[in-house]
């Protein structure tokens, strides 16, 4: 999808970012533009105002990045209400995850990251109670109440109110091999606040939000895991910390190697990060002191599901 996409305009420096939205823009029919690339189109948000000028379909380009901005804001402000009713259900802490929470924190002022649903993340043993007060406030469940088989064999849940959908995670990635308990804290360590529009919203500590943007994006997210990468600041990132969370919860987000796919971005665009090493099938950092632990819990979560496979059957 990125090769409909001048991700050139997005990170290289002028006059080579102009220059790449340029040939973009030569070749580009308009209408025949796809949805992918129009949802991933507002991350250039910041410069088209110069861009634009003089262009036959700037009112159109102009009018698909308001029509996100807006959309945005609702769905920001939607999930200002639900953390708060979930603040006072005693469900703490709560944090924005995925597009929400980066729509509100840009590499770069005026972009836009498009939110097309809305995702929380909870600690698991909260899950119970804010299924209860959400489906009391008229959020409806695609799927059957959940029990504790479900807390250990998935990773979120899906809700729906009208034309929003809320993803209620407590499980950052959605494997459910390995140490589930231990990723499930880790993921809750370091939260920072982001004040937008005087609510306060937590979004997760710079590593394993870079890690949560370096996997694959869900089915019902369509802009690209290189975008969201280089839409990040990577200002104040722990690399080490990055390095061992990358190794330790390997098994949750295989296949996808995120420090090859780091790699493909530093050497692509230059960008201000260490070198590493990508990491080898079959052994990762940390493995060795959890792989015990980790083989066992692996095991329990393909009984879990043979269980839960045989009992619908």
């Known amino acids: 999808m990125t090769e409909d996409f001048p991700i050139g305009a997005l990170i290289l420096p002028e006059p080579a970012r102009t220059a790449a939205w340029r040939r973009w823009r030569a070749d580009l029919e308009l209408d025949a533009l796809s949805y992918e690339c129009l949802q991933t189109l507002p991350a250039l948000a910041g410069n088209l105002a110069r861009w634009l000028e003089g262009d036959p379909c700037a009112a159109r380009i102009k009018g698909t990045v308001k029509m996100a901005w807006s959309r945005n804001q609702v769905r920001l402000h939607k999930a200002a209400e639900l953390q708060e009713a979930l ?3 005693s469900v703490s802490p ?30 698991r043993e909260h899950v119970f109670r804010a299924v209860a007060a959400l489906t009391g406030q008229g959020w409806m469940l695609r799927s059957n109440q959940p029990d504790e088989d479900t807390l250990h064999w998935s990773s979120n849940l899906a809700l729906t109110q009208g034309e929003e959908t809320l993803h209620l995670h407590w499980r950052l990635f959605p494997g459910s091999g390995g140490d589930a308990a231990a990723l499930e804290r880790e993921c809750m360590q370091g939260l920072r606040a982001i004040t937008w529009n005087g609510y306060d919203f937590h979004v997760l500590a710079p590593e394993v939000d870079l890690l949560e943007r370096l996997i694959g994006r869900p089915h019902w997210d369509t802009v690209p895991w290189q975008v969201d990468g280089l839409m990040m600041s990577f200002a104040g990132v722990d690399w080490k910390r990055f390095r061992t969370l990358a190794g330790d919860f390997s098994s949750f987000i295989e296949p996808v190697d995120v420090i090859a796919r780091l790699m493909e971005l530093r050497r692509a665009w230059q960008l201000p990060i260490p070198e590493m090493k990508p990491s080898r099938r079959g052994f990762f950092p940390g493995m060795r002191r959890t792989s015990n632990r980790a083989r066992f819990a692996a095991l329990r979560s393909k009984l879990y599901r043979w269980r839960r496979l045989l009992w619908r059957v």
Do not use: C, K, N, Y
């Open 94 to 123: 709560v944090a924005v995850i995925g597009p929400l929470a980066w729509s509100l924190q840009p590499r770069e002022a005026g972009s836009i990251r498009t939110i097309l649903d809305l995702t929380l993340l909870i600690p």
């Open 87 to 89: 603040l006072r259900m």
